[in-house]
């Protein structure tokens, strides 16, 4: 089973990566033709998700190679990954922020802004749309595949997710705005429309990367498990199978690294005295076989406590 997780994963980052650095040059290249700043964001997204994608590629080949150093492998360096991943996120969000809010500023100081052309920008979003959405789809089949084990597709789907997102809003939008007559009204969207289009996006996603940093932080510091429903499901396994043993737990710690879940199962002394000898362990081997069936990477210690 770890074989066909890190087969699937390595065929779905290698996808990844070769659509990743075709919308980071075609959104680059339709900024060039275009001048609209929407499309620069969406091509330095697209430009962070394909350096992150090789960064991917090398810890899915590495993650489970347990050594004397390393001896419960290597999984920290999927937090690591989803941490730096999220940082990177927001780093190009703020920057998107900022920049377009310096243009918007400059407008209203009466400031000279080239108008933005239209043209190229709704064949490029139809185009980005279909390969953001279609690489999510595809992250989230083979996640599901193998009972969604890994965290790297798992943070590469909504990273897609954002990006289809937001070429699909910005394509839209910048299309409608290029039917705006000029000298109207709204003839000021000719100038900013997609500066106030990122700005208010940037604003909106901002959340996404947040939330993948803090899930992340909280493996990297051995938190608790922050799925509730694999929580529930870990505690009842682990209490089934030390009540066939006529053993309760003291205390039961469960947390999870990457897509490597540990669980620390606290036993009274005394409650052990009159116990067979080798039933601690038996329950220990039980309890490991079981949940293997649903968590790919499992390691169970018992401690007195």
Known sequence: MKEQISQREQQSIKIGIAANLVMAFSGWWTFYLSGSEALLLD??????????SMVALKISKIKSVRSE???????????????????????????AISGNGTKIFTYLQGGNIAPINTGPIVYYAIAMVCICWGLSLLY???NKRIG?????????????FIDGVLSASTGLILIVIGYVPAGSSWDFLLYIGDALLVVILATLMIKQ????IKEAFIELAGGKLQDQAQHEKIETSVNQHLQACGISAKSLNISKTGSSYLVIVGLALEELADKPAGSVTDARHNMKQALDKDFNFVDVEMVLV
Do not use: C
């Open 148 to 160: 969604n084990a890994s965290s790297m597709l798992k943070v590469d789907k909504k990273a897609s």
């Open 209 to 212: 990367p947040i939330g993948i």
């Open 43 to 52: 091509g330095n997204m697209s430009f962070i998700l394909f350096v992150s």
């Open 140 to 142: 989230h089949v083979q």
């Open 69 to 95: 150093v390393f001896p419960f492998g290597l999984y920290v360096t999927e937090a690591l990954y989803s941490m730096m991943k999220g940082l990177l996120l927001i780093g190009v969000i703020i920057s």
